[in-house]
């Protein structure tokens, strides 16, 4: 065996039905006096609750979807404006992204309260939007210093935005199998977090008033983005940000929508991925495993519900055949990608 794997240096607490207690400790832990708390308007009232016992100096709630760099400074300034040491974010990876942003520029310490299953708080993957066009990049001061998970906190995530959102983690998994930096370590949470996905998202649907299911789906979703924060971006993640950042498709849904088709892809010219995926899904192979969650799931099913133009189709492969990882599984050629994004664009049987 030969290989290099870097863990990214990060506390993880799950705390059901303590988030409050779990963000006071964390901040304790880093002496934070003069907090700064950055959430959503739509979670200002679980913001409230989570940070109500902390030295709260400013309370941001302008979240915008892909983190606009105007959004980005005015968050920036108002973080120095108030002297805050450390912030706290409560929300969905675009609450995440916007904490990142600002400790970007001040090397602030994050505490991350997700309440969505997008991952962002265990990478260290930032990402800002600027006249329509998305950057990402890596930086060790944007990967939140704590991480506290309460799955009490995603009782009100809508069930349809439960599973794209879950769909997205469970994305993360497949790709992180194949992405540039995989490796048999990455590849260990990644099936776990396969199995745990698998187990939890359909007991949501079945009972979204319940903690077991959406614990179980939380604990899949950091999984998960710790096996792609250490493996990349795969063929997946590839066509999601081109499609995400140029027709400004909605995140998880698009996420949701692409993963059969890159898997139906990739699967046969990786068979130990494959394998694996199969037996953590419990099913003969790993596509079957993924459909008949997704069926079960009543997952988003073609690209065309989310807004993307049959006429952007060719424009669409062109930018992502340039951004396709070198050593992908399957050689990739403009057109067995167009076949594949034609698929998903009509939400036919992939194949
Ligand atoms: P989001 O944060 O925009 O949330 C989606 C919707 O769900 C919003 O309307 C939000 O208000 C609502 N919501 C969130 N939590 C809720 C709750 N508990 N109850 C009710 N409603 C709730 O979307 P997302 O899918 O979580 O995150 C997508 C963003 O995160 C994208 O910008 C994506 O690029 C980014 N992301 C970044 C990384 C990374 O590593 N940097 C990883 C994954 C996603």
């Known amino acids: 065996m030969r290989f290099v794997h870097a863990t990214l240096p990060q ?13 006071r400790a964390e901040a304790e832990l880093l002496d934070a006096r003069q907090v700064m708390v950055i959430a959503a308007e739509a979670e200002r009232t679980l913001a409230d609750e989570v ?39 409560v929300g969905g990876g675009s609450a995440t ?47 939140p210093a704590a991480i506290v998970y309460d799955a009490s906190l995603t009782l009100t995530l809508p069930v349809k935005m439960s599973v794209a959102s879950g ?7 497949v790709d992180s199998l194949w992405a540039p930096r995989a490796d048999p370590i990455n590849a260990a949470l990644a099936v776990e977090g396969v199995r745990a996905l698998a187990a939890g998202l359909p007991e949501v649907t079945r009972d979204p008033s319940g903690v077991g299911g959406r614990e179980q789906a939380l604990y899949g979703a950091y999984l998960a983005a710790v096996a792609f924060a250490s493996a990349g971006s795969g063929l997946h993640h590839k066509i999601c940000h081109v499609l995400g950042g140029k027709y400004n498709l909605p995140h998880a849904q698009t996420h949701a929508v692409v993963l059969p088709y890159v898997l139906a892809f990739n699967a046969p010219n990786a068979p130990e991925a494959a394998r694996r995926l199969a037996e953590a899904f419990g099913a003969d192979t790993a596509l079957a ?36 990882p070198e050593d992908n599984p399957t050689k990739a050629t403009g057109d067995n990608l167009a076949a ?12």
């Open 11 to 23: 506390r993880v607490r799950f705390a059901s039905g303590a988030a409050a207690a779990g963000v």
């Open 51 to 89: 940070s109500a016992d902390l030295p709260v100096v400013s309370r941001h709630h302008e979240v915008l979807m892909h983190v606009p760099i105007e959004a980005a400074e005015r968050a920036r300034a108002a973080a120095v404006a108030h002297q805050a040491d450390s912030i706290v974010s």
């Open 97 to 143: 992204g916007l904490a990142k942003a600002v400790a970007l520029t001040t090397g602030l310490p994050i505490i991350a309260v997700p309440t969505t299953y997008a991952g962002s708080e265990a990478t260290d993957v930032w990402g800002l939007t600027e006249n329509a066009v998305k950057t990402t990049g890596r930086d060790p001061r944007v990967l």
């Open 167 to 173: 769909l997205n983690a469970l994305a993360h998994c």
């Open 289 to 324: 495993g993924l459909q008949a969650l997704r069926a079960r799931l009543g997952a988003p099913a073609a690209l065309r519900d989310q807004g993307l133009a049959e006429a952007d189709l060719s424009e669409a492969v062109e930018a992502i055949l340039a951004a396709v």
């Open 340 to 351: 594949l994004i034609r698929a998903a664009w009509e939400g036919s049987e992939p194949a």
